[in-house]
């Protein structure tokens, strides 16, 4: 669907709850893959509130080309969809808080439309916010993709070995997006596989990488 998420100070207020800024990874994506990510250059909130309970809103709304590789970051507040042909991670502030905004005219599984949450969705939209979008380079051993005042995530490409030591302020969450080979960790030796995800706690002190592996790395700021 059609979506966005509050802040904190909103979610705080209203839904009991932290607000949800997020990040896409394309892991995967066909030519012609897109998303959506925020509103065309001089759509206001006033002009979203008048085409939200129509197909309008779809053509107020910012579609972007993807492929494998893209990072999106998504602060709360920004308006967006993942559309099709995209296979991707997300790293996200722990709520699952969603207003949603347009359904495309689909139905649940009970033959109904799903709820939209129009007035909440008007009050947390901004329509200022544009994408920020980062092509990653796998030339480097350790890229940012995300420096956010909630969680930090990089990406970290192994070419035999690669170790690290670890603060003990966060755990560390690991995605594994491609190739394989083992984490050494606590002087355990773990096999690990594209498509694994795991995480080291803060008191692991460090851990050591190796084999031809590419890591998202994310954790608390």
């Known amino acids: 669907s059609v979506q966005v998420h509050p802040d904190n100070e909103y979610a705080r207020k209203y839904e009991n709850s932290l607000g949800k800024t997020e990040m896409w990874y394309i892991l995967d994506g066909e030519p012609g893959a897109q998303i959506i990510c925020g509103v065309k250059p001089g759509v206001t909130k006033e002009i979203?509130?008048?085409?939200?309970?129509s197909e309008k809103i779809a053509e107020c709304l910012n579609y972007i080309d993807v492929?494998?590789?893209?990072?999106i970051y998504i602060p709360s507040g920004t308006i967006h969809a993942l559309l099709g042909k995209t296979?991707?991670?997300?790293?996200?502030?722990?709520?699952?808080?969603t207003y949603r905004v347009y359904d495309w005219g689909r139905v649940g599984k009970d033959g109904k439309p799903r709820e939209l949450h129009i007035q909440k969705a008007l009050d947390v939209i901004d329509?200022?916010?544009?994408p920020q979008i980062k092509k990653i380079n796998n030339n480097e051993v350790k890229v940012n993709i995300v420096?956010?005042?909630f969680f930090i995530t990089n990406k970290i490409n192994v070419n035999g070995k690669?170790?690290?030591n670890i603060s003990n302020e966060s755990f560390i969450a690991f995605d594994v997006v491609e190739g394989n080979g083992t984490l050494k960790v606590f002087e355990q030796v773990y096999e690990i596989n594209k498509g694994d995800s795991f995480i080291i706690p803060a008191c692991a002190v460090k851990y050591e990488?190796?084999?031809?592996?590419?890591l998202l790395q994310s954790y608390v700021s």
């Open 48 to 53: 979203l509130k008048e085409s939200m309970n």
């Open 67 to 71: 492929e494998k590789g893209d990072a």
């Open 87 to 97: 296979l991707v991670a997300e790293v996200q502030q722990n709520s699952n808080l």
């Open 127 to 130: 329509t200022e916010k544009t």
């Open 147 to 149: 420096d956010s005042e």
């Open 162 to 164: 690669f170790e690290e």
């Open 209 to 214: 990488l190796n084999g031809e592996i590419e």
